[in-house]
């Protein structure tokens, strides 16, 4: 599933992204559309971020509650209910 957020196109005097908060919304929409919880190499699959930025961004978005931790199986959903937040 291709969940990058669709960034438009880069006037070169413009002010630049924040390249790990792009990849946290990469995050957060890939498992708001996710059938279930998924593991980090499934998110790192599935958003093109490489395994070992992932987990970090999710540990630090699973701190913040954003994101819910299933130690039996290490695997993250989404935490806190969003109701209105957009699958990619």
């Known amino acids: 599933m291709d969940t990058a957020l669709p960034l438009p196109e880069r006037d070169p ?3 630049r992204d924040v390249g790990a908060v792009i990849h946290a919304i990469r ?3 890939h498992l708001a559309g ?3 919880p ?3 190499a499934a998110v790192a699959r599935g958003t093109g971020i490489s395994p070992s ?3 970090n961004i999710l540990r630090t978005l699973t701190r913040a509650r ?3 931790f299933r130690d039996s199986d290490k695997t ?3 935490g806190r ?3 209105s937040w957009p699958p990619g």
């Open 76 to 78: 993250y959903t989404l």
């Open 53 to 55: 930025t992932c987990f």
């Open 13 to 15: 005097g413009a002010q």
């Open 34 to 36: 996710a059938t279930g």
């Open 38 to 40: 998924l593991g980090v």
């Open 66 to 68: 954003f994101v819910a």
């Open 81 to 83: 209910p969003w109701p």
């Open 27 to 29: 995050i957060l929409q």
